[in-house]
């Protein structure tokens, strides 16, 4: 989950705000083992300052960071893609809604359909919206990423890329994450978790903050495991998208046209992806909706996707809509955990109902 602001793996997620509008990287299941950091007066004195912040044994988190070792690859993952490669919401579609994860998700519906009516009961979020999730993230459970946390989120700390535009701020996130996964692995009584290049784990891929704020044992065993238990992770992603605002029975978004000659397209779009428009504002400059989007009872931003070289694909967001962007700061992310949910659950009704012809 990297749900916050980078737009990591859909091994990523909650993560982290990532940047709008920006290719979502598969997670990475091998790591290089790089050099042990050892003692040096940088990896000390921060082991000082997160064991004086985190109210940890300095002696243990020295010991932890000591051992932590530098992948050399990682930096470079974090760094922005070029700003010459058009962004491609088809093309970005494609790679994961297709007919392996989408069996892939029938078979987790399946297996788990008890645990996400359970959620959607006590959470209020649709158990398409859960299995659109765990299925962008992590294709069910198949691809968590190999790397140890500790390392990758020492790496990220000590080695931050400075080329990035936002380099004090995305380290400063790192180093506070670094910090809520020692504060975990002390009471766990290990730092051997692994996870994906930037640090988030499990079935959701919740970055360490995340599974300290949001993370449940929705399978009743007295501990949460966001890893080894998909309950867990169901549960805890229908408690991501219900502290974010999750609100029952709303739509995601609706189809939008454009009425050319009162469009104002500039002011439309001014908001990003933050719901800003009443219906009637909406309209008023130049959006056209159907007939249930004009019923709409709330707030709606114009949402942009750009196609490479063809003309860009819209869609008019409702505030749910924004709810998903929270777990992966992206549209292309959002739109795609959406129709990934909806593909497997049509699928899935279609081959009952095929079955039930029989």
């Known amino acids: 989950m990297l749900a916050a602001l980078l737009l990591l793996p859909a091994l990523t997620s909650p993560l982290f705000a990532k940047p709008h509008h920006r290719a979502h990287r598969p997670v990475f299941v091998a790591s290089t083992q790089g050099e042990v950091y050892g003692k040096k007066p940088e990896v000390m004195a921060l082991a000082d300052e997160l064991a004086q912040q985190n109210t940890l044994p300095q002696a243990w988190v020295r010991a932890q960071l000591s051992n932590a070792r530098y992948l050399k690859g990682v930096p470079k993952m974090v760094l922005p893609p070029p700003v010459n490669v058009p962004k491609n919401w088809r093309a970005y579609r494609e790679r994961f809604i297709e007919p392996r994860r989408i069996d892939a998700g029938i078979q987790f519906w399946q297996t788990y359909e008890s645990a996400l009516t359970r959620a959607e009961q006590t959470y209020g979020v649709p158990a398409e919206m859960i299995v659109g999730i765990i299925g962008v993230e992590t294709f069910y459970g198949q691809n968590m990423g190999n790397y140890r946390v500790l390392d990758a989120l020492t790496t990220l700390t000590l080695n931050f890329p400075a080329s990035h535009p936002r380099a004090t701020e995305r380290q400063a996130f790192f180093k506070s994450e670094l910090g809520h996964f020692l504060v975990q692995a002390h009471q766990q009584g ?54 974010f605002g999750w609100q029952t029975g709303m739509p995601t978004h609706y189809p939008v046209g454009f009425d050319e000659a009162h469009l ?83 699928t899935r009704a279609l081959t009952s109902m095929q079955s039930n012809a029989r």
């Open 264 to 346: 104002d397209k500039p002011t439309l779009l001014a908001p990003d992806i933050l719901p800003s428009f009443s219906v009637l504002n909406f309209t008023a400059k130049g959006a056209v909706l159907d007939e249930e989007a004009k019923k709409h009872n709330g707030s709606l931003a114009l949402v942009e996707l750009f196609n490479g070289n063809e003309p860009p694909s819209y869609v008019a967001g409702t505030d749910n809509f924004y709810v998903v962007t929270r777990y992966n700061w992206s549209s292309y992310y959002a739109l795609t955990v959406i129709e990934l949910g909806q593909a497997v659950k049509a």
């Open 190 to 243: 290990g730092a051997s978790a692994t996870g994906s290049f930037a640090g988030a784990m499990g079935w959701p891929q919740f970055m360490p903050s995340s599974a300290a704020k949001f993370a449940v044992d929705f399978d009743g065993d007295g501990h949460i495991d966001l890893r080894n238990s998909p309950v867990d992770a169901i549960g805890s992603v229908a408690n991501y998208f219900k502290a």
